[in-house]
């Protein structure tokens, strides 16, 4: 990993925001189709000190931009939250989860609850853009919080996280401690790797349509990646990540 120049900088946001404001105006269009308030004013930027470069080959690298909130939730909200309450995590109830991460947010003098589903839903995530032989390439990850919350389908008294990267972490565990809603142990050490890994397995996609698919080889387990292409913008959505076997080594 390395930190970019003013330059890389400045060619990576000229490409990135025609690209973000079409999303946008495609997702109000499809939130007023659907009754809901539109989304705030357009707003583009992100600092350069959020943003990492992976060079793969001499052919391809990958860039991770993060926004502040997406970057505070995986460094600081989630772990301080399963650390004060690890008994919300794994209950197989999004809602428990919710509770535990409000609670450390310190979010209290900007709404409730519901407020906070809505902001963090909203504005926390990151984005993967790769580059060939020194060209963006068109297709860009983005990876939410969470899309949405739905009630479970086996139990509809509970919610579970769709898509994004609550939805995955309910896969995943550090040092025993669950992350989301399952009751998965699978070890990593930190969130960010986790990340690493999913625009890693980007680059495997296949795929037509709206639906995308990888398998991702790691030296100790087989991983699956599932992606959503939103046709009008272009722009990809992770649903999930998970590991689907482990590797003997």
Not at 15 to 42: I, V
Not at 58 to 83: P, Q, W
Not at 202 to 222: D, M, P, T, W
Request: hydrophobic content about 35%; aromatic content about 14%; charged content about 25%.
């Amino acid at each position: 990993m390395k930190r970019i120049s003013n330059q890389e900088y400045d060619d990576l946001m000229a490409f990135m925001k025609p690209k973000l404001q079409s999303l946008w105006e495609h997702e109000n269009n499809e939130r007023e189709k659907q009754g809901r308030d539109a989304l705030n004013m357009f707003q583009f930027g992100f600092s350069i000190l959020d943003i990492n470069h992976y060079l793969i080959d001499d052919e391809c690298d990958f860039y991770l931009v993060f926004n502040g909130s997406f970057l505070r939730m995986i460094y600081d909200t989630l772990l301080n939250a399963s650390k004060e309450h690890p008994e919300k995590f794994g209950t197989g109830d999004a809602n428990d989860v919710i509770d535990a991460l409000y609670d450390v947010s310190g979010f209290y003098g900007f709404g409730d609850k519901n407020r906070y589903i809505e902001f963090i839903s909203e504005n926390a995530c990151c984005y993967i853009i790769y580059r060939n032989n020194k060209e963006f390439d068109n297709d860009i990850l983005r990876i939410d919080l969470f899309r949405h919350v739905m009630p479970n389908k086996k139990d509809n008294s509970k919610l579970d996280f769709v898509g994004g990267l609550m939805h995955t972490l309910k896969h995943f565990s550090i040092e025993d401690q669950n992350l989301s809603t399952g009751k998965d142990i699978y070890n990593v050490f930190d969130i960010h790797h986790i990340v690493y890994l999913i625009g890693m397995a980007f680059r495997l996609r296949e795929g037509e349509g709206s639906k995308y698919e990888a398998i991702q080889k790691l030296a100790n387990a087989n991983m699956f990646a599932s992606f959503y292409k939103e046709v009008v913008s272009g722009v990809f959505f992770l649903n999930s990540y998970y590991k689907k076997k482990s590797v003997k080594i």
